[in-house]
Nanobody, 120 residues
Framework: VQLVESGGGLVQPGGSLRLSCAASGSIFSINAMRWYRQAPGKERELVAS???????NYADSVKGRCTISRGNAENTVFLQMNSLKPEDTAVYYCNAILRTSILQNYFEIWGQGTLVTVSS
C-alpha cells in the first residue's frame, strides 16, 4: 500500500495549485486522509484533513484559501490551494489512516512529499 502525491511546483504569490494524492494497493477502507506540510527549518504541520462522511478540518493559516476533497475514486484526495503566499512554501505530504482488511486495525501511511514553492 502506498500514497503517491503530485501537483507541486513553482507558483507566483496569489496563484493556485491543486495537489493530488492517490492510494494504491490492497485497501479495504480509508478512515481519514490528510495533507501535512513541512517548511525548511520548521516542524511538520497539519494543513487539512477529511474523514469518512466528508467532514473537513483546516489549519487556521489556510482557512478560506484551501479546500480538501475526496475524488470519485475514494482512494484519492485533493488539496486545492488558492491565493498562495510565500509562507506556503513547503514540502506537502499526503497521509492516510487505512486498513487492508476488515480483520485488521487501521494504520497510518505517508506519501513521499511534493514540493510547493511560492515565489515571484
Amino acid at each position: 500500500v502506498q500514497l503517491v502525491e503530485s501537483g507541486g511546483g513553482l507558483v507566483q504569490p496569489g496563484g493556485s495549485l491543486r495537489l493530488s494524492c492517490a492510494a494504491s494497493g490492497s485497501i479495504f477502507s480509508i478512515n481519514a486522509m490528510r495533507w501535512y506540510r513541512q517548511a525548511p527549518g520548521k516542524e511538520r504541520e497539519l494543513v487539512a484533513s477529511i474523514i469518512q462522511g466528508g467532514m473537513t478540518n483546516y489549519a487556521d493559516s489556510v482557512k478560506g484559501r484551501c479546500t480538501i476533497s475526496r475524488g470519485n475514486a475514494e482512494n484519492t484526495v485533493f488539496l486545492q490551494m488558492n491565493s498562495l503566499k510565500p509562507e506556503d512554501t513547503a514540502v506537502y505530504y499526503c497521509n492516510a489512516i487505512l486498513r487492508t482488511s476488515i480483520l485488521q486495525n487501521y494504520f497510518e501511511i505517508w506519501g513521499q512529499g511534493t514540493l510547493v514553492t511560492v515565489s515571484s
